[in-house]
């Protein structure tokens, strides 16, 4: 499953990421936002697995206030809902991304209004609209750009979906997996998604180099400053009732004596000593530090990183996790940030994407939309009636 997962991935990070800095109030979460067992509130991406049995379950990625089955059933999968440009969009593709406004905005009644005040139904559309423009620039884009997915890159995507597919007995039930829980219909649909996220990539390695590699330090250096990246490590002692709170309280304050005698010249080396010894955060997934915008953590993590320079560790600072010694590392241009964990776009690649995104702009003016009879007819409320 890992490598299906990855492929989504892939393009699950196309929809949020590649007209740069993402504004929640109009590109939906891929998951929710959980502060988890540490300082950082991490986005959690599920893993959504594919589409194409009509008798399939409905879709339940995240939301069951909509008959989903019912709702596809509006219109015929391949009826043409509008064109953009010269591409023609389907039923099932603007389906799959009204559902996935729908539950991303965990929509529960169309009276609501949106977080910029317009009528849901309105929201959503006009998401799905423009998330279908991106996909359809991207393919004009790279197009013109004379880049294109190769017979062999695209074989491997094919064994790599079949393969998986026998581990869930056959494609037929695969399929129905990726329509219960992410509204992909069919495996045109799913290849479409997954292909046009890898296009993506490959313009991105094309203009801006594999990894990012064109994109210089100091471009790096001046895209984390301006959006307020920080970088740090930490050793906490978990705190979550009163007598663990002065166990917890004791055992930091030793550390911070510890801290505190210090008289070598390697202090970054005796805290990364003293984190590995003491810290119940969890190190696999950033064993580095956490690359972060204050918005990320907690506040008074936050607040006291902020309050050190480079080299320095901070007091004792308590939040709801417990007791933190914070100590302020010099930015890595080519870590993830932890916004970025389950896509692991780098710094300096989100540069790129950041970079790109005035491309892609222009991408998207060329491609003039143009909706049928269909779509004309269709009444979101309607057709996505909420239970």
């Not at 920080?230 to 550390?255: F, G, P, Q, T």
């Amino acid at each position: 499953m890992k490598k299906i997962v990855a492929l989504l991935l892939c393009a699950a990070a196309l929809i949020s990421v590649f007209a740069g800095c993402r504004d929640k109030n109009e590109i939906p979460p891929s998951g929710g936002i959980s502060a988890g067992s540490s300082p950082a509130a991490n986005e959690q991406v599920s893993e959504t697995p594919p589409a194409s049995d009509p008798a399939a379950d409905s879709p339940k990625a995240g939301t069951d206030v909509v008959d989903y089955n019912a709702a596809f059933a509006a219109f015929a999968p391949d009826a043409v809902m509008m064109n953009v440009g010269s591409y023609s969009v389907t039923w099932e593709e603007l389906f799959f991304f009204i559902h996935k406004g729908i539950v991303g905005y965990d929509v529960t009644s169309w009276s609501d209004s949106s977080p910029n005040g317009e009528p849901w139904p309105e929201a959503i559309l006009k998401y799905a609209t423009t998330e279908i423009q991106k996909y359809k620039a991207i393919m004009h884009g790279t197009s013109i750009a004379g880049i294109a997915l190769t017979d062999e890159e695209m074989a491997s995507l094919e064994q790599d979906f079949e393969q998986e597919a026998v581990t869930y007995g056959g494609v037929e039930e695969y399929l129905k997996l990726f329509w219960e829980y992410d509204a992909i219909r069919s495996k045109s649909l799913y290849f479409y998604l997954v292909s046009t996220g890898r296009l993506y990539s490959k313009y991105l390695d094309f203009q801006y180099g594999e990894n990012a590699s064109k994109i210089t330090d100091s471009a790096v250096s001046e895209y984390a400053s301006k959006n307020g990246y920080l970088m740090a490590k930490h050793i906490l002692r978990k705190s979550d009732d009163e007598s663990a709170d002065a166990a917890a309280l004791e055992l930091i304050e030793h550390v911070k004596d510890l801290l505190d005698s210090y008289k070598g010249n390697d202090l970054g080396g005796y805290f990364d000593e003293l984190m590995r010894g003491f810290t119940e955060d969890s190190l696999d997934m950033f064993p580095d530090g956490y690359l972060f915008q204050p918005k990320d953590m907690v506040e008074p993590f936050s607040n006291a990183c902020l309050a050190l320079e480079i080299g320095e560790y901070s007091d004792i600072v308590k939040s709801q996790f417990g007791y933190h010694i914070i100590y302020r590392l010099p930015i890595d241009l080519d870590a993830v940030p932890i916004a970025n964990a389950n896509s692991g776009i780098t710094l300096r690649a989100s540069v790129a994407i950041d970079l790109f995104s005035a491309t892609l702009k222009a991408w998207v003016e060329s491609l003039p939309i143009k909706t049928t009879p269909e779509m004309d007819s269709m009444d979101m409320t309607e057709v996505f009636k909420i239970k």
